[in-house]
């Protein structure tokens, strides 16, 4: 059965960066795109983007350029979110989703925490 | 962008009410719409896609319907396992966008 896995929880100081990982299972990576969605604790949800998993190009939305980086490793299935010089209003929730338009499949979540 | 513009923000209900969520796109987006369920703690889960289409393993008391900008999401009889919030998202043109939720909570 498909399942997307995610790396566990961080506590992040600011300015720090820290790379989220995506495993999936149960189907082959590069079939489908993969997508992030932010969830700020208590608020809703946020599309940041996209990787296209058999060219490798990302494609991020406003508001997420500059400091975020979408990568993968097709040698194990995974996909990877990396955030840079973080911040206090980083912290969040953050999900992998599977899909070209809607989203079928999602991982369980990362919580990123910012905090000195 | 797109703006998706869900109503109501919250919602209270019993048991076996009828529930209808609404979600508003500020320019036509065909029927590239889907609905999710979000419980505290979990991931969202897809309902419907394409507006109208039923996710496969998803009970029959959910439906979606509307097209161009006007789109609901109808519960037919509330289950005590529907307590929750709900997300609209456009497909339509890029960037996606989530509407901001519906939460359904217990009257």
């Known amino acids: 059965q498909v399942q997307l896995v995610q790396s566990g929880s961080e506590l992040k100081k600011p300015g720090a960066s820290v790379k989220v990982s995506c495993k999936a299972s149960?189907?082959?990576?590069?079939?489908?795109?993969m997508n992030w969605v932010r969830q700020v604790p208590g608020q809703g949800l946020e599309w940041m983007g996209w990787?296209?998993?058999?060219?490798?190009?990302?494609t991020y939305a406003q508001g997420f350029t500059g400091r975020f980086v979408f990568s993968l490793d097709t040698s194990v299935n995974t996909a990877y979110l990396q955030i840079s010089s973080l911040k206090a209003d980083d912290t969040a929730v953050y999900y992998c989703?599977?899909?070209?338009?809607?989203?079928?499949?999602w991982g369980q979540g990362t919580l990123v925490t910012v905090s000195s | 962008d797109i703006q998706m513009t869900q109503s109501p923000s919250t919602l209270s209900a019993s048991v076996g009410d009828r529930v209808t969520i609404t979600c508003r796109a500020s320019?036509?987006?065909?029927?590239?719409l889907a609905w999710y369920q979000q419980k505290p703690g979990n991931a969202p889960k897809l309902l419907i896609y394409?507006?109208?289409s039923l996710e496969s393993g998803v009970p029959s008391r959910f439906s979606g319907s509307g097209s161009g900008t006007e789109f609901t999401l109808t519960i037919s009889s509330l289950q005590p396992e529907d307590f929750a919030t709900y997300y609209c998202?456009?497909?339509?043109?890029?960037?996606?966008?989530f509407g901001q939720g519906t939460k359904v909570e217990i009257k």
């Open positions: 989703t599977r899909g070209a338009y809607y989203f079928d499949f």
């Open positions: 149960g189907y082959t990576l590069t079939t489908y795109p």
């Open positions: 990787i296209n998993t058999k060219a490798g190009n990302p």
């Open positions: 320019q036509s987006i065909s029927s590239s």
């Open positions: 394409k507006a109208s």
């Open positions: 998202q456009q497909y339509n043109r890029y960037s996606w966008t």
